[in-house]
């Protein structure tokens, strides 16, 4: 729909699912960070039950792009992928690392931890970071990097990043920098974060489960 000719995450996890069996890797989880939604991921897996896809993103009622109910949390598969497509829509549009803290902490990670993925794959788009002009959220470089370590427990560290989405170059370096951190290095993330979640991001937490 205009921001991609290739799904490289998408295209990965169908070449290893069915054409690297000797490989090993049967289940895949696909986080999608990037502030819009995930529309052509979640079309390409919508019925398939090794792969579980998660994509938070801004939705405002389906007035932010892509500006469709795809988004929404009753997206959630059809057939033997039923239950295998979770979508967290946030309804404002500047939600920071509290908000996505929480959905991982009550989401995310219990689901992942159901699922027990064999590797995950991250579409990491960047727009969601403070300072980017088109995402309007409020993502820090602690935050992701505390979203990514969070990930790195499951399917013993075996985590892909591909970079995707983001309009501020200083939001983009210092947002990767931060992930190829925590992926080089076990050091303690140093951080913090004293916000708490807009009353919205429980509301859609709720609506979610």
Partial sequence: MGFFLYNNVAIAT???????????????LIVDWDVHHGNSTQKMFWKDPRVLFFSVHRHEFGSFYPANGDGFYTMIGEGPGAGYNINVPWENGQCGDADYFAVWDHVLVPVAKVFNP???????????????PVGG??????????MLK????????????????????????????????????????????EAYPFESTWRVIQAVY
Avoid: W
Avoid at 118 to 132: C, E, H, N, P, R
């Fill in 118 to 132: 064999d590797l995950i794959m991250v579409s990491a788009g960047f727009d969601a970071a403070a300072g980017d």
């Fill in 137 to 146: 959220c409020r993502v820090t470089p602690y935050g992701y990097a505390v």
């Fill in 14 to 28: 169908s070449v290893l699912l069915n054409e690297k069996p000797e490989l090993g890797i049967n289940k895949i």
């Fill in 150 to 193: 969070k990930l790195m427990s499951f399917a013993n560290g075996k985590i892909v990043l591909a970079l995707e989405g983001g309009y501020n170059l200083e939001s983009i370096a210092s947002s990767t920098l931060s992930c190829v951190e925590v992926l080089l290095d076990d050091n303690p993330i140093h951080g913090s974060s």
